[in-house]
């Protein structure tokens, strides 16, 4: 994992507490290692790597996660595509630079849900070229299996935390703070004010930020993010940052995600998703869903 | 009778409050607090039930059960 | 419907990954984190005008313990010892009350099991004095909704008394009763700072009511009764600080109709809590009670009053707890935490009860009581 991980655990019994944390951390390697595009013994890899070619079996695991692909594809409307990282060619968000003329068009034809040919058990990608990942709920999903397996090893009271994708499991459990919810800050997008853009107040469930400030530069007083829209390959920048928080990490991440995408309808997406959320437009505006009781 | 309307309309006024019983999991430390819990220290509860119940003739309507007192 | 839960959305997909949905949903009652022992020593002494007062000593030990995981064990008991005498017919003097000393000796057991939802107890107790006996068993059930708003709570409560004062040279001899108990109720997170209960019992009781000490005494033998309570917690972020209210309505087939206000502000100040309390209680007299008799001089007689209830047919009692009368109590308590895991409280509580502090009057004749109890406990957390 390219970010800083940490997991915090409370409670009591030290020797079970790092059990759990051990076996919470190696189950968080074991799922990068299966589905990082970076490493090429991974099952995404070796899809990626058979573009154009065979198709290829995958275990249930792995089917589940293509499922779940499969459904975020058509629950936003084609926005959320697990095909869309071969547009990251075009973009240099370390050398700041526009794509290239026609780049962008000729990558195109490589992007698409639609094409990909999944049946339940073996999947191949039609083109060669064609790529497949999981960036958008990889991380998301490794927190909460990590919340899964501590929860098997009895621990009650930790916070998982993968690079800002958190899953909180039960309140603190150190004397002192017993029974008291985790203080989880939402970092502001944009430098210039110190602290944070808010402090959430979560004993259980999970939470996830989508921002246009984690890859991105500005050209001419605009800025682009990371955040491509499939259809396009062009930045979609109507946010500086959604948080979501859901019952689980992966959904978080993945509402987060899909709503960045939606960019003017972002917020009315969430709500009739049933989705609380904390989102700061480009013009600096905060809201929040549902609005606080009193004052902050 | 009267009194089942009054609780009637009671409850369909708190309901129509804005944001009522919709709380969300990351606003319920208040909610947590031992001073919000309706049996926060149960001897107590049990010693003074019991010295009402001697004097008073009402009695009960927390729990089931207590179990009869020897005070008719 | 609480947040994300929607079916068909994202978060439904993701129950479909293998491993989340056992971390997706929160539980609705656990079982408590540490085990919990608690002493408390009471003291009670009441008095009327002109009578001896009566005095209780009544220490209590209480064991709160989860076991294997998803059970707890919860138990109490207490061993009143009483002293004094108790009123004879009304209040008036009746030349000597003999002086009474008594013992009585309770204890209850519940086990709770938790379900991921909700959870069962079963709970027993058994309370004995030297006159009576009670066995009582109860079974509750409580169940919340997805997002942990509202709990529904259904019980059902059992109880079988035997009465017999034979043994201190009385007349009544091996008396029976039986009371069952049903109660439906619902508790709601209403705010980020309310939680509100509603809770609604029918009782009904078969058998021996009457007072075995008391001459001119006759009750039906039966006793059904209707309690609605409702409580209301809020939190005031403003100074930390808790008021808790309530109010209870009670009926039965005695006449008697008694509301019970409460309220209390519960103030942590540092490792310190301070609540004071205030309780006002009222009831109307039972059909069947009767006021004393006055003389011509318009003074309460004992003689013209038994005359009078020598020749009284179907149910009478004189009994003071029968008749209409008000109550004030103003209670305060002092707690000290020591740490996370271990406190100190004392209470102290002043009663007044008299037919004057009743709205609309009470009945008349009746000396007013005062009582005074003092609570002191430590409890800790292991």
């Known amino acids: ?296 | ?72 | 419907m609480a947040a994300t839960e929607r079916i068909g959305g994202v978060f439904a997909a993701t129950l479909l990954l293998p491993g989340l949905a056992a971390v997706s949903t929160v539980h609705a009652e656990e079982p408590p984190d540490q085990a919990e022992i608690a002493l408390k020593y009471g003291y009670y002494r009441d008095w009327q005008p002109g009578l001896d007062r009566v005095k209780v000593q009544s220490p209590q030990l209480y064991l709160l313990t989860p076991f294997a995981g998803q059970w707890s064990l919860e138990a109490a008991t207490v061993s009143d010892s009483v002293s004094g005498a108790t009123p004879r017919m009304h209040t008036t003097r009746s030349g000597a009350t003999p002086a009474m000393s008594d013992h009585r000796s309770a204890t209850d057991v519940k086990v709770t099991r938790y379900f991921h939802r909700g959870s069962i107890t079963l709970g027993g107790g058994y309370s004995g004095e030297n006159d009576y006996v009670s066995h009582s068993q109860n079974v509750e059930g409580r169940w919340s909704t997805e997002d942990n708003n509202r709990t529904w709570i259904a019980g059902y409560g059992h109880s079988g008394d035997v009465i017999d004062n034979t043994g201190s040279g009385g007349s009544v001899e091996n008396q029976h009763r039986q009371t069952r108990e049903l109660m439906v109720g619902v508790t709601q997170a209403a705010t980020a700072n309310d939680v509100v209960q509603a809770f609604f019992t029918r009782s009904m009781g078969r058998g021996y009511f009457s007072d075995p000490y008391k001459d001119f005494d006759q009750r039906p033998d039966s006793r059904r009764a209707s309690i609605t309570l409702l409580r209301w917690n809020h939190h005031l972020e403003k100074y930390d600080a808790t008021v808790r209210s309530s109010w209870r309505y009670y009926q039965d087939s005695f006449g008697i109709r008694s509301h019970t206000l409460a309220a209390e502000w519960v103030q942590p100040v540092g490792v310190w809590t301070i609540t004071p309390g205030l309780r006002y209680y009222m009831q109307s007299a039972a059909s069947f009670y009767y006021d004393p008799v006055t003389d011509a001089q318009g003074v309460p007689s004992s003689l013209l009053t038994r005359r009078y209830a020598s020749n009284l047919e179907g149910y009478y009692s004189p009994d003071q707890r029968l008749s209409a009368f008000g109550a004030v109590t103003a209670s305060i308590k002092v707690a000290y935490a020591f740490s996370e895991a271990s406190s100190v409280d004392l209470k102290v509580e002043q009663y007044r009860q008299s037919s004057g502090l009743r709205f609309g009057g009470g009945s008349p004749y009746l000396d007013p009581f005062r009582a005074s109890f003092v609570q002191f406990g430590v409890s800790h957390k292991f």
Request: negative net charge.
């Open chain 1, 1 to 296: 994992m390219a970010s800083p991980c940490e997991l915090l655990l409370e409670g009591k019994g030290e020797a079970a507490l790092r059990r759990g944390a051990a076996a919470a951390i190696a189950e968080v390697r074991r799922i990068e290692s299966k589905f990082s595009r970076y490493l090429p013994h991974s099952v995404v890899s070796r899809i990626n790597a058979a573009a154009g070619g065979q198709a290829l079996d995958v275990d249930a695991e792995t089917a589940s996660l293509l499922d779940f692909a499969a459904s975020l594809w058509e629950s936003s409307e084609g926005l959320f595509d697990a095909t869309s990282g071969v547009l990251r060619r075009a973009w240099d968000f370390g050398a700041r630079r526009l794509p290239q003329p026609g780049q962008i068009e000729s990558l195109l034809p490589l992007v698409g849900w639609r094409q990909v040919e999944w049946n339940g058990t073996r999947i191949r990608l039609p083109q060669p070229g064609m790529q497949l990942d999981f960036g958008g709920f990889g991380k998301e999903y490794a927190a909460d299996r990590a919340a899964g397996v501590l929860l098997e090893h009895g621990v009650a009271h930790a916070l998982v935390n993968l690079g800002g994708d958190i899953h909180v499991l039960g309140p603190h459990g150190a004397p002192g703070l017993a029974g008291q919810p985790w203080q989880v800050a939402i970092e502001r997008p944009r430098p210039g004010v110190s602290g944070p853009l808010a402090t959430l107040a979560i004993e259980r469930g999970g939470v996830a930020t989508s921002g246009d400030y984690e890859r991105f530069f500005e050209l001419d007083g605009k800025r682009y993010c990371h955040i491509l829209d499939p259809r396009t390959g062009w930045p979609v920048c109507e946010w500086q940052s959604i948080s979501v928080v859901a019952a689980n990490t992966t959904a978080a991440g993945a509402l987060s995600t899909i709503a960045m995408l939606k960019g003017a309808q972002a917020v009315d997406w969430l709500t009739a998703q049933g989705a609380s959320w904390l989102a700061v437009r480009a013009d600096g505006e905060l809201l929040r869903h549902p609005p606080l009781a009193g004052g902050q």
């Open chain 2, 1 to 72: 009778m009267k009194l089942i309307l009054l609780i009637a309309t009671a409850g369909a006024l708190l309901a129509g409050c804005a944001g009522f019983g919709q709380v969300e999991p990351w606003e319920k430390g208040n909610l947590a607090k031992p001073s919000m819990r309706f049996d926060a220290d149960p001897l107590d509860a049990r010693f003074t039930q019991h010295v009402y119940t001697s004097k008073e003739a009402a009695s009960g309507g927390a729990a089931v059960g207590g179990g009869g007192c020897g005070c008719n």
